[in-house]
């Protein structure tokens, strides 16, 4: 994924800032004695290539091949996945992890499932909070690596230890207040607000700088960035987190489905089309998403759905030799009554 070139100074305040939290005085942990095992594909299959001894989860390779130890694991630059594993211990308490990843992450404590974020995505840092007790633990990272930069990251704080409550009296909880999630448009004038989260999404309005929205949910579904669900006026739709500032945890919104989702097998409409060029055959209705296959010019297709944009069709749902995708409306011939096909 493409690497903000500022990414090191965000995640130093960051790390910083943690261990300048009160009570902490303890310096973040990357473990020891990591095995790994790499594979030529991004979804932990493929042909596997173990390597150990490794001290620490902390690799930046840009766009290049992983190097571990010295030694290039892999010759592939994008497109691979990883297993790390390790047994470390543990004093009783409170920990804080960080773990930092362009693309994917997932995190197990203990074969449970703590962190998944197993998805393309820029890079992002996720945090999380976990009592552990003393002794051994097994820890597992999985990270997968699409286009671009190649980084990935996992350490942790000791935040606290637990103490023994004297005979009579029971210790009062300490919470920790979590900021209220907020997002407000940066670097462009206007953000578009859709019907999905996707780039080809009926446009319903326009976000503004200079208001903080309440997101209502998240998905990640286009694969790129993670977009939003935010209420403006009386429409609400969604907006790519990619021109926003988030302020709070992005994890706490819940991950919402849509009807673009939904979309495997719609009802017939009679409507027919023809691209008059060779179209991009795709998952949903966005260049960022998975593509199908490709249609020839004069191929025959039956448009199930459609998105708009100012007024114009913008991407046609089609059932092409029996697949259900999208492709892009402006060089599609249309063969029947449009007003028949729903708008998404």
């Keep these: 994924m493409r690497r903000y070139t500022h990414w090191w100074v965000t995640l130093a305040g960051l790390l910083l800032a943690l261990v300048l939290l009160p009570g902490m005085g303890v310096q973040a942990e990357y473990g020891i004695n990591w095995s790994a095992t790499f594979y030529t594909d991004p979804n932990l299959t493929g042909t596997p290539t173990s390597v150990t001894g490794i001290n620490g989860i902390n690799f930046n390779w840009g766009a290049g091949a992983p190097i571990v130890n010295g030694v290039t694991v892999l010759s592939q630059t994008d497109q691979f996945s990883a297993r790390f594993t390790s047994v470390q211990t543990f004093v009783d308490g409170t920990y804080e992890f960080v773990a930092a990843s362009d693309d994917g992450i997932r995190i197990f404590i203990d074969g449970v499932v703590v962190l998944d974020q197993f998805i393309g995505r820029a890079l992002t840092t996720d945090t999380f909070t976990r009592t552990m007790t003393a002794g051994s633990h097994t820890l597992t990272v999985e990270y997968f690596e699409g286009i671009d930069q190649a980084i990935v990251q996992f350490q942790w704080f000791l935040q606290g230890t637990s103490t023994t409550p004297q005979p009579g009296i029971t210790p009062s909880p300490v919470y920790t207040a979590v900021p209220a999630l907020t997002v407000q448009v940066v670097n462009v004038r206007g953000l578009s607000l859709r019907t999905g989260p996707y780039l080809g999404a009926s446009l319903i309005g326009v976000a503004r700088p200079g208001t903080a929205y309440t997101p209502i949910a998240r998905n990640n579904d286009e694969g790129t960035y993670t977009w939003f669900k935010i209420t403006l006026g009386d429409k609400t739709g969604w907006v790519s987190g990619r021109y926003l500032e988030i302020t709070g945890d992005p994890n706490s919104v819940p991950v919402e489905t849509t009807i673009f989702q939904q979309l495997d097998n719609p009802t017939s409409t009679g409507v027919m089309g023809a691209p008059r ?10 260049q960022r998403t998975t593509r199908l296959s490709q249609i020839p010019w004069g191929g025959e297709v039956e448009i199930l759905g459609r998105t708009i ?23 599609v011939s249309i063969y029947g009554d449009i007003n028949l096909v729903q708008v998404y």
């Design 277 to 286: 060029s060779v179209m991009n055959f795709r998952v949903r209705p966005s």
């Design 309 to 331: 944009q100012g007024g114009n069709n913008f991407w046609f749902l089609v059932r092409y030799e029996g697949v259900v995708g999208w492709i892009y409306a402006p060089y």
